[in-house]
């Protein structure tokens, strides 16, 4: 049974650059969710795919875009990279029902210098 | 704002004993609630859910839930020095989309 997937494991970019992450969400899963993990802190809610829309998004700027494909799969997307967007991001899916049960993936560490 | 509070430790515990951890969330809407493990610079790992009042055990861990005082914590039994993680709690917002967490716990186990 394969987990959630998650590229690439590292990243390196510079203020201004873009950068595209990409997740596979765990067999049986159809909704993807993605988080922000500064160090020391715990995740933050970025926003949730859930038939190929936006659920829902938490506190973050219009930069952070994202897309959910037909295979469930999904891409986050930050534009104009700041170095405060330096974090790991996760990837955590789950299967839409009464409890939201949400799996993660490796996560993706993103260094902006 | 929605929070979720969490000692941030470290807790330090000897080998063999209960780890106790703690936290205490705002929002009286939550309905699910979960413990997550953390090593370092790994992602986190659910460990348990919990959405009924009361206890629910699952081998050494036992998560304890307390709706009127907003509170929910997780006891690890006969702690072993693998169990030396940070512990992340989480709930679920009202719409049962997002989780939102806690700043996790470090727990250190010593043997």
Known sequence: DAGVTQSPTHLIKTRGQQVTLRCSPKSGHDTVSWYQQALGQGPQFIFQYYEEEERQRGNFPDRFSGHQFPNY???????????????????ASSLKGPVDTQYFGPGTRLTVL | QKE????????SVPEGAIASLNCTYSDRGSQSFFWYRQYSGKSPELIMFIYSNGDK???????????????????IRDSQPSDSATYLCAVNNQAGTALIFGKG???????
């Open chain 1, 73 to 91: 799969s999904s891409e986050l997307n930050v534009n104009a990279l700041l170095l405060g967007d330096s974090a790991l991001y996760l990837c």
């Open chain 2, 4 to 11: 979720v509070e969490q000692n941030s430790g470290p807790l």
């Open chain 2, 57 to 75: 055990e699952d081998g050494r861990f036992t998560a304890q839930l307390n709706k009127a005082s907003q509170y929910v914590s997780l006891l």
């Open chain 2, 105 to 111: 716990t470090t727990l250190s186990v010593s043997s």
